[in-house]
C-alpha cells in the first residue's frame, strides 16, 4: 500500500446555508497527477465543496489539508492566496483588455523575476505560442480555454479546482479539449478536482469519481468500478438510461418473464427492482412464436412487441412492449436497427449486467 502523503485531503466538512446542510460530512482525498470528479446533479453540493477547498467559503465544520499541513478547519484558515491552489470556471474570465501573454503572466502576479520564458513555455504547452499578442475576444472558445488553463497553470499550484470548464464549449470541439486539457494537466503532475454534472465527462475525465447527492458522497471509486457496481437505482440511472422490473421475493427468488432471479438477504414479502441498462438487453427474432431456449448467461427470452425504433446515429433505440404484463422497456443495438411497430421479438436479459436493489433504496 502506497505511503505517499495525499496533496488534497478533506476531512468530514460540513456547510449549511439557512439550517439546511448543503454539504454534508462529505471526505475526500487527491494524490499528486490524480484527477478526482465530483459528479452530481445541480444543487448536490459539488461546488459549494470546491469553494471550501479554495479558501473563498469556509466550512462549518471539518479539516482541510495541502500536502499533509493544515491550511482550513472551523478556527485557523489559511488565505486562498498561500494555499498554492488554482481554479478554472466554466466562463475562463480572461481579462479582456490584456493579451493572451499578459492574461497567462497575470497568474504569475506578485512573483519576482522576468516570467517571459514561464509564459512562453505554458502557451507552447497548450498549443497556443503563436498567439501572445492576441485578445482573448479574437479568440474561439477552445482556444480561450486553453489560454485559461495556461494562466491557472502559471504559478505551479499543487491543486487545480476546476468547475464546468468545458461546458461553454461546442460540442464539436468539446473531446477534443478535454483530452488536451487533460494531457497537460498530467504532465504538469497537478492534484485535479473537476466538478461536472456530466457523466460522460466524468467518465473520461476521471480517475476516481465522487458521486454526490444532496451534499453527501453516497458512492466513489474509478470510473469503472463505480459505473459496474452502482449502490441504489439512482446511481445506475445516473449513468446511462435503465430498464426497471419490479417484483417480490420468495424463497431468496423473485419470479420475472425472464425466469427467477437470486436475491440473497432478502426477506419474502420484499418488493425489488431489477435494473438492466439498454445496451444489455438482447433481441432475438420470432421463430413462429418459438424463441431461443434458456440458457444460464441470458435467462429466459421473453416475448415483446416492437412499439417504435429510431435511429440514433451509432446505435439504434427499440422500445418494446411485453407481453407478460405490458411494461415497457428499450433496448439499444449498434448500427441500424429498425424494426417495423408491432413485430414480435424475444427479448433476454445479461444475468451479469443485472442489478438488484430493493424497492425504494436510497444511499445516503
Known sequence: ??????????????????GRAVVDDV?????????????????CGKSTTLRMIAGVDMQDAGE????????????????PERRSIGMMFQDFALFPHLTVAQNVAFGLKGRAGDHTARVAELLEQVDMDGFADHYPHHLSGGEQQRVALARALAPRPA????????????????????DHTLSVLKSAGTAVVLVTHEPEEAMRMADEIALMRNGRVVQSGAPYNIYNAPKDRQAAAFF????????????LTVDTPFGQFLT???????????????QHLKIELDRNGTGPSPTPENGVAARAQVVRARFMGAESLVEFRMDADDTTLTATVPGVFLPRPETPMWLMIRRDRCFVFPQGLVTH
Request: proline share 8%; glycine share 8%.
Open 64 to 79: 482541510i489539508y495541502v500536502d499533509g499541513k493544515l491550511v482550513c478547519d472551523t478556527v485557523f484558515r489559511i488565505p
Open 159 to 178: 491543486i487545480l479546482l476546476m468547475d464546468e470548464p468545458f461546458s461553454g464549449l461546442d460540442n464539436r470541439l468539446r473531446d477534443e479539449i478535454r
Open 1 to 18: 500500500m502506497s505511503t505517499q502523503t495525499p496533496r488534497l485531503e478533506i476531512r468530514n466538512i460540513t456547510r449549511q446555508f439557512n
Open 27 to 43: 471526505s475526500l482525498s487527491v494524490m499528486p497527477g490524480q484527477v478526482t470528479c465530483l459528479l452530481g446533479p445541480s444543487g
Open 264 to 278: 440473497p438477504a432478502q426477506p419474502d414479502g420484499t418488493r425489488v427492482e431489477i435494473v438492466i441498462r439498454p
Open 240 to 251: 446511462s438510461d435503465i430498464n426497471v422490473i419490479s417484483g417480490e421475493v420468495q424463497g
